[in-house]
């Protein structure tokens, strides 16, 4: 395999969240989601409070990270939801998933955020994030939602 590069996406990338939307179920076994709009994926890519990475090999993304700066109205004032990550089926095991996840930390130590949490939803996800130092906090039983 071709060595791998990890950058933080920003505007002009707007393409390559189009190429991890059309090859989803590759990266995350989900079915493929609508792109973003042009505008819209600018705007994403542009918003600060977005956190967006991709790993790539031969100038094709092989995985991606994404998380959120959030206020908070106690303790810290910003910590980082780690919202979702990605890599493709063949390039697993193989350091990418890491590699993001130490760009997602060294943000953090830039910006002085202390704070991250994600929700793991399958054991193997769980057993990847305690991997990169992650704790179990609290037992999570269900999410709502509601469309308005």
């Known amino acids: 395999m071709p060595p791998f590069t990890v950058r933080r996406l920003g505007s002009g990338d707007e393409q390559a969240l189009a190429l991890v939307a059309h090859d989803e179920t590759d990266f995350t ?3 493929p989601s609508p792109p973003l709009t042009p505008k819209a994926a600018r705007a994403y890519l542009s918003d600060p409070a977005v956190w ?7 100038g094709q993304p092989i995985g991606f990270l994404m998380a959120y700066v959030q206020r ?3 303790g810290d004032a910003q910590h980082v939801m780690f919202y979702e990550i990605g890599v493709r089926e063949l390039w697993r095991r193989r350091g990418v998933g ?3 996840v130490a760009a997602l930390h060294e943000q953090m130590r830039v910006e002085k955020i202390t ?4 929700l793991a939803d399958n054991p193997e996800a769980q057993a990847f994030y305690e991997n990169c130092g992650y704790a179990v906090d609290e037992l999570q039983g269900v999410m709502l939602s509601r469309e308005a």
């Open 72 to 74: 908070q109205r106690h």
């Open 115 to 118: 704070e991250v949490w994600v």
């Open 52 to 58: 967006h990475w991709h790993a790539e090999a031969d």
């Open 29 to 31: 076994g989900e079915e």
């Open 98 to 100: 890491r590699a993001l």
